[in-house]
């Protein structure tokens, strides 16, 4: 796109006015290398645990541009001109919630979800637009192709079959999106029953390219 472009006076930017991790999760964090060369240092907000966690990247970056920790709080704050965010505290992760002050639109992202938290549900039912945790289908859908695996809850993934499905599917959101979604989640295969079921239920699967206007 070309809003991400850098900017046209130097290769070594960024557009992006920074970057919310909801969890210390690697492949979470990786992406932050590839940010490395840009000319002053990333934002990156997150959670007291999730930056003790990665302290690794500070030592990797320090060579490169570095990082400009910012704590996340529980009330709203100016992310970039009139988009606001808030974090959204769950059992080993985060939630964001963002706010478009220019139209009054809000959207939920909580791609690691371990249990429907109150403050949760609320957040999801004042969301006008949900991208919502979808990585596996069932509870022991991993154990069910390799011996020992630990399950959806134990990963910290609420499954949807019996976790999520039936909570969003009675969401006023107008768009309630799976994201996060694992390789052996059936809800990938187009012609699965499981994909059907959750399209009858007006829940989108994310793709890539998927644009989203709030």
Known sequence: MPRLQPRRDSPRNTPVA???LTNGDIDHALGLLLLREQEIPLVVYAADE???ALGWLDDVLARFCGIEWRKTIPEFQTLSGTVAFRAIELPRSIAFQFRDDSSGETALFAPSVAELTDELRNAVH???VVLFDGTFWSDGELAAIRQGARSARQMNHLPISDGSLDF????????KIYTHINNTNPILMPSSRERAHVKQSGIEIARDGLEIVI
């Open 50 to 52: 999730t930056r003790a």
């Open 18 to 20: 920074g970057v919310l």
């Open 168 to 175: 969003l599917h009675q969401s006023p959101a107008r768009r």
């Open 126 to 128: 004042e969301s006008d």
